[in-house]
């Protein structure tokens, strides 16, 4: 069973303080892994997808990465505007064309 | 360019009523889908469809119909709503052809059953 687990659930970082939000995942073969930012009351916005191991991608302060077995989104000095929560989705062969996300990642940045 | 449209913002029925959400979407995608969103879960898949006419069922499709006569429109029917389903609701559509298109979300229709 495809099964997606982001930790940790909830992450308070002060303005500037660099961290990384972990998204391990299991799947019957991966055809995509997509990160997402929601803010309070309003739909998932689309960040990023990856689809194999080793590649990375930027925008801003947010890095992603991917590994055979999990994704790293890193957020480098970040602003108070990046408080959000980050959900990461992955898309298997199993799946067809439906997402499985995780819990989700509750980002909090003070000034 | 609206993207994904959802209606109404907030709904409170009675157990036992039915009602409609609405989704409409304007960028010509094939695909459209359902998820509910529940406090300490991850969005869960309904149903979704691949075109006009062709629907299918998700991870929890008990209680919900859908139709999609357009490419445009994917509304969600509650029958006969129950508690279990207060819940956020949200529409998204993607283009099917391009390999692993990301889906486009809209705001959410958050929906109270008493």
Redesign the interface.
């Known amino acids: 069973e495809d099964q997606?687990t982001q930790s940790p659930e909830a992450l308070r970082l002060q303005e500037g303080e660099s961290s990384s939000l972990n998204c391990s995942y299991t799947v019957s073969g991966l055809?995509?892994l997509?990160w997402?930012r929601q803010d309070p009351?309003?739909?998932?916005?689309?960040l990023f997808?990856l689809?194999s191991a080793g590649e990375e991608k930027e925008k801003e302060r947010l890095k992603a990465t991917l590994t055979k077995k999990e994704s790293f989104l890193h957020i480098t000095a970040p602003k108070p505007e990046d408080s959000a929560t980050y959900?990461c989705?992955v898309?298997s062969n199993q799946a067809g064309?439906?997402?499985?996300?995780?819990?989700?990642t509750t980002l909090s940045v003070s000034s | 360019n609206a993207g994904?449209t959802q209606t109404p913002k907030f709904q409170v029925l009675k157990t036992g009523q039915s009602m409609t959400l609405q989704c409409a979407q304007d960028m010509n995608h094939e695909?459209m889908?359902w998820?509910r969103q529940d406090p300490?879960?991850?969005?869960?898949?309904i149903h979704?469809s691949?075109g006009a006419g062709i629907t299918d069922q998700?991870?929890v499709p008990n209680g919900y119909n859908v139709s999609r006569s357009t490419t445009e429109d994917f509304p969600l029917r509650l029958l006969s709503a129950a508690p279990s389903q207060t819940s956020v609701y949200?529409c998204?559509s993607s283009r099917?052809h391009a390999?692993?298109s990301?889906?486009?979300?809209?705001?959410?229709t958050r929906l109270t059953v008493t």
């Open positions: 997606v055809r995509g997509f997402y009351g309003k739909g998932p916005e689309f997808t689809y959900l989705a898309q064309t439906a997402l499985i996300f995780g819990k989700g | 994904v695909y889908s998820y300490g879960m991850g969005l869960r898949l979704y691949v998700g991870e949200f998204a099917i390999n692993n990301p889906l486009h979300f809209g705001n959410g």
